[in-house]
Structures are given as structure tokens and as C-alpha cells.
């Protein structure tokens, strides 16, 4: 639960700063701020808002309850591998999602 709580402001930060590593480490938000931003006029700063913040600060303290209660039930290995093919999952998302609101925007 504590790694959890720790990666909250890592997110929170790496989203309202731009910086890369926000790709790897909670692809999540991006894909709620690609979907928001597609769906909105052309944004020059392309920055966060509000849902997109709330993804980054909840998502790993939800992830590390969710982690801690498999492992207190016994099925840490098949809800991790579940978590890590999300996470992989949301990595392509993102991807896709900025593709989608680029061309939307005609920066393709």
C-alpha cells in the first residue's frame, strides 16, 4: 500500500510537468487525457485536467488495495498477471489514443 501512495505524486507530477517517463509508469491517465482532449477543440498546451489528475492520483493506491487483498486471498500471481496486461494494455491505448487525437486535430 505504501508504493502505492508513493507513486500517486510520480504520476501527478510527471503529467503536469510532460515529461516522458509518464508513459511507462501510469499510461492510464494519458489514455483519459488523449480521449478528453480528442473529444475538444485543439488545446496548444495539450494540458492535463482535472479526470486526467484524479487517474493519476488514484490509480495506484486502487492498484496496491486491489494487490494487497489478492495476496491476503491467495491469488496474487493471477490478479498481478491481470494488472500487468492492463498495464501493457494501456500502454498500446495511449499510443492509439494520441494517434486518434492527432488526426483528429490533422496533426498526422
Not at 496496491?64 to 500502454?91: C, D
Request: charged share 10%; glycine share 10%.
Amino acid at each position: 500500500m505504501a508504493a502505492g501512495l508513493l507513486m500517486a505524486p510520480v504520476c501527478v507530477l510527471g503529467l503536469l510537468y510532460h515529461k516522458p517517463y509518464i508513459w511507462g509508469v501510469c499510461p492510464q491517465t494519458l489514455v483519459v487525457m488523449f480521449i478528453r482532449q480528442s473529444l475538444h477543440a485543439y488545446d496548444s498546451l495539450g494540458a492535463s485536467d482535472y479526470p486526467d489528475l484524479a487517474v493519476a492520483a488514484l490509480y495506484y493506491p486502487i492498484i496496491a488495495w486491489v494487490l494487497s487483498r489478492a495476496w491476503r486471498h491467495g491469488s496474487l500471481g493471477r490478479i498481478s498477471l491481470g494488472v500487468a496486461a492492463w498495464h501493457v494494455a494501456a500502454v498500446g491505448l495511449a499510443l492509439g489514443s494520441v494517434e486518434m487525437r492527432n488526426r483528429m486535430w490533422g496533426f498526422s
